[in-house]
């Protein structure tokens, strides 16, 4: 299963960028989709994630600025961030964990984006 991500870019602090992550592949069903993002010299980190059923999480730091959703038809999942600040600054990593279909049997997979960056700077 190949996640590709797009919408990334530079913003001034304040501003709001739409990440979006779509899954290809012969998926069956993707269980969790997730947002992780990695600043330079620290750990990557778990930003959101949502579940097929739509329950979310969110780091603490993001809680009221970003929001994540997901398009089960589409098997694709988005970031919404508003009010950016400079300390969210990083590299953006889709995930997505399921079942696919490889060959004539139902396996699990758990797949990562390649990334995108996001840069907020004035």
């Known amino acids: 299963v190949q996640l590709v991500e797009s919408g990334g870019g530079l913003v001034q602090p304040g501003g709001s960028l739409r990440l979006s992550c779509a899954a290809s592949?012969?998926?069956?069903?993707?269980?969790?989709m997730g947002w992780y993002r990695q600043a330079p010299g620290k750990q990557r980190e778990l930003v959101a994630s949502?579940?097929?059923?739509?329950?979310?999480t969110y780091v603490d730091s993001v809680l009221g600025r970003f929001t994540i959703s997901r398009d089960n038809a589409k098997n694709t999942v988005y970031l919404q961030m508003s009010t950016l600040k400079p300390e969210d600054t990083a590299v953006y990593y889709c995930?997505?964990?399921?079942?696919?279909?490889?060959?004539?049997?139902?396996?699990?997979?758990?797949?990562w984006g390649q990334g995108t960056q996001v840069t907020v700077s004035s």
């Open positions: 949502i579940t097929i059923g739509g329950s979310t």
């Open positions: 995930n997505a964990n399921g079942f696919h279909r490889d060959r004539l049997r139902t396996e699990q997979f758990a797949s």
């Open positions: 592949g012969t998926i069956v069903s993707i269980n969790v």
